[in-house]
């Protein structure tokens, strides 16, 4: 388990200068696509659908006010959505505390031992001096601590000393700044451990409704208070891929025809979302991953094939806009494809690790496992510069914007995958309409969510595929496909 895992999914019987120097390294396509905030004429149905459950700003105004004030209220809302990024930072310093290797030799805090600090609501266990698991978490406090004072090139060291002491304002200079710090990531693995707990409660809630598909909607919008989180993982890959044999299966994607994807919220492999590694560079997976996919399935064509990914975080555009860059320069990009092989993944999952990539570049040495790490089996794929080079980043908050374009240049798959749970049911139709305007006719958004299917909407379920990745409970997605009709 992590603490930045998605919400599991039981089988499925229904169906600002850091801002703007990123922004200022995304390449635009040649068409000059605009990115514009969802429009009032686009909201006003949902805003008199939803009526009954509006946030505070929009219930209970009249149909006028609500058309002053729309401009000013997404304007907000889009900033206000942006400050939970800070919020997710600090969740993926927690797992890089937990389970980290790069700035300590002490052994990970194991699954099983957060499963159990997952059940008790007891936040001083975590100040008891007679628990190993404590003793050990507050000795990887005073390494990493040991690791900001000379953190060399560790960019996850160097990420923490900008959040702890740039954002923060606490200090490494004294003792009593050390102890800040100490006691804010203390702090921080408690609030993280209460969130579980919490929405652990409200998972067996919604169980006990005996209802699957009421149980994954629940599911569906579950960290909608939560901070964003950019950390990522393999496995929903492996789930599209399943999801895309079943739509060509199905004829709605026709060999070679799509030519234009978008990936909402690419992530970035800060500390891995399964597990935690850190024993190799930050990375994304997904873009290569669905071009690989794409490829293999025959779907598209090398040549003809780009892929946009909006995110709203500065360090995923920036980490894309910078590879991008360098590919353009003929430099490849590596992936790191850790395998654990305690965790009894299925055979079919096995073999999408073993074939990944593939399609798009050529496996190398992989790097090097450390001590303390886990029995790990690595594989490493180099990327060919042209795949890294048609991937091109936008800075767009889903919920808000949208990307202006005409129908020949709007996309024919856009994916979105642990995202949509980051909200709720009005800002998911919100981004359901973006959507909507950004995909072609017949385009398809594939989403482990399930959203609420508005009847003025032209995008509606069409299928779904379930994909369970190891023997663990509830470890597996449902990928619903969502079809524009016209």
Not at 93 to 119: D, E, H, K, M
Not at 286 to 295: E, G, K, N, Y
Request: proline letters at 6%.
């Amino acid at each position: 388990m992590s603490f930045k895992s998605r919400p599991k999914l039981k089988p499925f019987t229904a169906c600002l200068l850091l801002l703007a120097a990123a922004c200022a390294l995304v390449a635009q396509t040649p068409s000059a696509r605009s990115v514009v905030f969802i429009p009032y004429k686009d909201a006003k149905p949902i805003l008199e659908a939803e009526s009954e459950i509006l946030p505070q700003g929009l219930s209970g105004k009249t149909a006028d006010a609500l058309e002053r004030e729309w401009p000013n209220w997404i304007s907000r809302q889009d900033a206000e959505i942006r400050t939970r990024l800070a919020q997710g930072d600090e969740d993926s310093l927690v797992n890089l505390l937990v389970f980290g290797t790069s700035y300590t030799r002490q052994p990970r805090i194991s699954s099983a031992q957060l499963a159990q600090l997952n059940q008790t609501t007891d936040a001083k266990l975590l100040e008891s001096p007679n628990s190993p698991v404590v003793n050990t978490l507050k000795a990887r406090i005073s390494d990493l601590i040991k690791s900001m004072l000379a953190p060399g090139t560790n960019e996850r060291v160097l990420f923490t000393r900008q959040l702890l002491i740039g954002r923060k304002g606490l200090t490494l200079n004294t003792p009593t700044g050390r102890a800040q710090i100490e006691r804010f990531l203390l702090d921080s693995v408690i609030r993280v451990l209460r969130e579980h707990a919490a929405y652990a409660k409200v998972l067996e809630s919604a169980r006990l409704l005996g209802n699957p598909s009421e149980e994954f909607a629940e599911r569906s919008r579950l960290y909608h208070t939560r901070g964003l989180s950019s950390d990522t993982s393999l496995f929903p890959n492996f789930a599209i891929e399943e999801s895309l044999k079943g739509i060509k299966t199905r004829g709605l994607f026709a060999p070679g025809t799509v030519s234009r994807v978008a990936i909402i919220g690419p992530g970035l492999d800060f500390t891995d979302k399964q597990e935690g590694y850190d024993f190799y560079p930050q990375q994304t997976i997904q873009p290569f991953a669905i071009v690989d996919t794409l490829l293999r399935l025959g779907l598209a064509n090398a040549g003809a094939l780009r892929v946009t990914t909006f995110d709203l975080s500065p360090r995923v555009n920036d980490h894309l806009a910078r590879a991008q860059q360098r590919a353009q320069r003929g430099q490849s990009y590596v992936v790191q494809l850790p395998r654990d092989l305690q965790a009894s993944w299925k055979p079919e999952v096995i073999g999408y690790w073993e074939r990944f990539g593939n399609q798009i570049g050529v496996s190398i040495l992989p790097a090097p496992v450390p001590a303390g790490a886990g029995e790990l089996r690595v594989r490493a794929v180099r990327i060919r510069p042209d795949v890294v080079s048609r991937v091109t980043p936008f800075d767009l908050n889903i919920v808000a914007q949208r990307m202006e374009a005409a129908e020949s240049e709007r996309f024919d798959l856009i994916i979105a995958t642990n995202i949509l749970v980051y909200y709720d049911t009005f800002e998911q139709s919100l981004a359901m309409s973006n959507v909507e305007h950004m995909l072609k006719v017949g385009g398809i958004l594939l989403s482990n969510n399930a959203l609420l299917e508005l009847p003025f909407s032209r995008v509606h379920s069409a299928g779904y595929t379930t994909a369970v990745y190891s023997d663990r409970e509830a470890d597996g997605d449902h990928i619903v496909w969502y079809r524009r009709a016209n």
